[in-house]
């Protein structure tokens, strides 16, 4: 682990991801979701304790993001990519609520 601790990353298209640069957060724009799910398992690897990733590429990597889901970290937050949100962020938090409550509370 760095000296810095932990650090967060931005993952997904361009347009989505480029505007989080200015809230001085590390942007990792990607062409593809097959590039997206290359750099997602690399940023895992490299102390990022958070990473927002689009729900449009989330949708064509669910294994992978599946994948961190019961890990400490990094947490793997979905969020809306420049098209819109596709309620995916969403229904996973209920789940993750679920799972922890056991029931559905939201």
């Known amino acids: ?10 993952l997904g298209d361009k347009d989505s991801v480029l505007g989080f640069k200015a809230l001085g957060l590390d942007v990792f724009p ?3 979701a097959e590039e997206a799910r290359r750099i997602l398992h ?6 990022y304790a958070v990473i927002y990733l689009t729900e449009q590429y989330a949708a064509g990597m669910q294994a992978d ?4 889901k ?4 990094p947490a793997v937050i979905l969020i809306p990519g420049k098209d819109g949100s596709l309620g995916i962020g969403m ?10 409550v056991g029931a559905d509370i939201l």
């Open 65 to 68: 993001v599946d994948r961190y």
């Open 70 to 73: 019961d890990e400490l970290t």
């Open 30 to 32: 990607a062409e593809t």
């Open 91 to 100: 229904a996973n938090v209920k789940s993750a609520v679920e799972r922890a």
């Open 42 to 47: 690399t940023l895992a690897k490299e102390d």
């Open 1 to 10: 682990m760095s000296n810095s601790g932990y650090k967060i990353a931005v």
